[in-house]
Nanobody
Framework: VQLVESGGGLVQPGGSLNLSCTLSGTYFGLYTLGWYRQAPEKQRELLAT???????IYADAVKGRFTISTEDAKNILYLQMNSLKPEDTAVYYC???????????WGQGTQVTVAS
C-alpha cells in the first residue's frame, strides 16, 4: 500500500490550494480516509475524515474552509483548501485506516506555506 501526495506550495493569505493523495495497492472501500497536518513544534492534528458517500467530519479550525472528497474510480483523495490563513502553514499528510484491521498508512507529507 502506498500513498503519494501532491499539491502543496506557497500561497498568499486568502488563497486556495487543492491537495491530492493517490492510493495504490488497495482500494478506498476498506478504509477511513483522512487529512492531518503538523506545524513546527506542534502535534499532528486531524483535519478531516471521510468514509465515502459524501459523509465527512471536520475539525473546527478548518470547518467551512476545507473540503475532503474522493475520486473513487482513481483512488484519489483530495483536500480543497480555501480562505487560507498563515496559521494553516504546516506539512499536510493523508492517511488511510482500515475499517476492520489495525492497518494504517501515511502519505509522505506535502508542505503548505501561507504567507504574503
Amino acid at each position: 500500500v502506498q500513498l503519494v501526495e501532491s499539491g502543496g506550495g506557497l500561497v498568499q493569505p486568502g488563497g486556495s490550494l487543492n491537495l491530492s493523495c493517490t492510493l495504490s495497492g488497495t482500494y478506498f472501500g476498506l478504509y477511513t480516509l483522512g487529512w492531518y497536518r503538523q506545524a513546527p513544534e506542534k502535534q499532528r492534528e486531524l483535519l478531516a475524515t471521510t468514509t465515502g458517500g459524501g459523509r465527512a467530519i471536520y475539525a473546527d479550525a478548518v470547518k467551512g474552509r476545507f473540503t475532503i472528497s474522493t475520486e473513487d474510480a482513481k483512488n484519489i483523495l483530495y483536500l480543497q483548501m480555501n480562505s487560507l490563513k498563515p496559521e494553516d502553514t504546516a506539512v499536510y499528510y493523508c492517511n488511510v485506516k482500515h475499517n476492520y484491521l489495525p492497518d494504517t498508512y501515511w502519505g509522505q507529507g506535502t508542505q503548505v506555506t501561507v504567507a504574503s
